[in-house]
């Protein structure tokens, strides 16, 4: 059986010994502090973390995700995407993975070190991540783990080496048209498709609601991701 885990999402109360989840609280190392966006300078939002499972290549590692709801720009709600003709095998340059996170921050730590952050003030509603081994990709399920990229515009854009020499490997995927339920009187998303630029949604959007792949280099030396999206 190949090391591939399609996720389901499951609705129940978040439990401080939970390390895949949606919203809620998240678990950080303690040294750790609730990033900034560059763009407005509030305070991003938690969106989710997950724990890499036994077998994976990332396995022993937790990658947590903050986003910032309060600010829009057209040009910033997908990641940047790195220069070049095309985006199959596309050279990602020493640095841009950090200095591209601007309305974004991806967290990557020793799963161990988490610790809940019982003073984040919570805005996507917490589901569990529950992870389901398989032997092939489910392009239905929400998050999938290992296996291979479920392209939905029909070509390739298997990125290339970062910083020359770092080889990029697709470590998961979230199904594209997903909604991060909103907690319950939580403030709505800035949006610039509105005229009060506020989305009247009761979810919050991800890049766009796009297809979202997490490439990762050799995590036991720098762990390092690169995100890139697909639309249907």
Known sequence: ???IWNCTIETVAQQDSDDSFIGGIPKLPPEISIPTCTLCSQKMSFMFQVAFPKGHIWEGKTLALFYCL??????????????GSSLYHVEIPAGFLDSYQRNFRVIVFDTADGVPLKNDCERVASRKIEFHLSDKNDKDAIFTFGGKPIWVMGKNETPGNYAT??????????????QFPKCENAPPQASGFYPDKRSPFP??????????YFWGTDARKDAKVYISVQHS
């Open 1 to 3: 059986m190949k090391n």
């Open 70 to 83: 309060d600010c829009f720009g057209h040009r910033f709600c997908i990641p940047e995407i790195p220069l």
């Open 165 to 178: 020499t770092e080889k990029l490997k697709l470590l998961f995927q979230i199904k594209e048209g997903f």
């Open 203 to 212: 979810w919050y959007d991800l890049f766009a609601r796009n297809r979202i």
